[in-house]
């Protein structure tokens, strides 16, 4: 998912620089959903990740 929202990220700055600004105005948009939603996720498997090793110990 952070591969896709770096992909979008680049995306946007060409367009931003070949001056497509509405093309680069929308990519940056998704490209900051799926960073959110990908920092979103990591957090939730970090804490079933601490709370799967308090069960072990």
Known sequence: MLKLALLFLVISIIAGIFGFTGISAA????AKILFFIAVVVFIIFLVLALMAGKAIL
């Open 27 to 30: 990519t940056a948009g998704v």
